[in-house]
């Protein structure tokens, strides 16, 4: 049965179905509701890498709809460690569960499991690779605020190189028909094979290191976070994550409807004085992990969702 | 120049292999994905950057007393998918081999990225790698999607 390893595997039609689905699966998500669609379902959550946001909001998504969920648990006391292959691995928990939820270190890790496994394999992350199911929350997200994913203008700021979720991102932005901006260092540059890629895509695509200069006109402004072992001494990371950091005055010309997220966690990078501002979309970004992981859950395991999930919901 | 003075350049062989049609300036390539060089025990002729027709210039290959097998055709098919191959016995022309280098080439190479799952020799699954493009050649492996560099690929030869 197939699953998601990168955001090719669904067409855009695809993936507005599974927002339409989760956009009604919203008060089930909130605990308001009780539709136990996934009852008698289990979820494999194999992370074979720490995790917090991604691990916690897969086995709430699974928790809230009624399934269950097994975990990997700490690698370190896990047969992993006594050399057992992945695919050894996944055929043991392929026979466990229904549906399989694996973030690993490795690129390519994920497709290599779905390759051994009957189950869907949802990636949560491989090495440096693919990570569609937070692209999804993120297409949630700002779908969510804007009421449309095309033809918005989307600032991309920090670290472009190593960030999986603004690859994957930007790849689905491009398909809806989005004005990218990557605003970065000149270290953490958005790889060259991604940005001409895009273009071949038909992306716009601009590249700039003026972050501040981005924003007035945006729709959305994506921050990452940039890590100081990227660079090679101190001065030099002051000097250039100084330039990335996000403030509530700076905000003061922006679009009243922009929206500020970041796939968390932060460090310095958005002050806590954009918390209280209309712009701050980070926290909704991370609890929409919960619910746009329920619906594709869902609509990997061909379980429909009501049209009417008031009616069909019960009482909690 | 016609292609038969060109092959004249070398002396016919007995029994072996004849690899024309190589792009020119890719023999060596060639020999070095097929691991036939300065230690193999076989007689190599070379020729490189020789007039054709159909090519403008090519390269041309023969090994003696040594046929290719399907592995090899396999690894050929990634430096020179249009090369033509053919198998000599007593000075003849015994067989015509094709070259297949289609969508998919599987445990022919493994992928040059360090940090790829299939770095794990103990991994099971086959190597595979996707062909994008022939012309030029675009190729990535169908596990961690990274492009491959054909000089990288050549170290890669399982």
Redesign the interface.
Known sequence: MAGLITMDDLTNEQIINILDDATRLLPVAKGELYLPLLQGRILGNLFFEPSTRTRMSFETAMKRLGGDVVNLGDVKNSSVVKGETLFDTIQMVDGYTDIIAMRHPRQGAAQYAQDSARVPIMNGGDGAGHHPTQTMLDLFTIRQAHGTLEGLKVVLAGDLRYGRTVHSLSHALTRFGSELVFASPKLLKMPEEIVSDLREHGANVVETEDLLGSINDADVVYMTRIQKERFADEDEYARCAGAYKLHADHLSEVKSEMIIMHPLPRVDEIHASVDSTRHACYFNQAFNGVVARMALICYLLKVPVPMDVESEGGVI | MSNEHSMRRVTAIRNGTVIDHIPSGQALRVLEMLGIGGKSSVPVSLVMNVPSKKMGAKDIIKVEDRELTQTELDRLALVAPDAHVAIIRAYSVAEKLTINLGSEVSNVVR?T?S??????H????PHRLKVISRDPLHIR???????QDLDELIKNVL
């Open positions: 992928c990225f940090n790829c799952i299939t770095t794990n103990r991994e099971p699954l492996c169908h596990y961690c999607g990274r492009p």
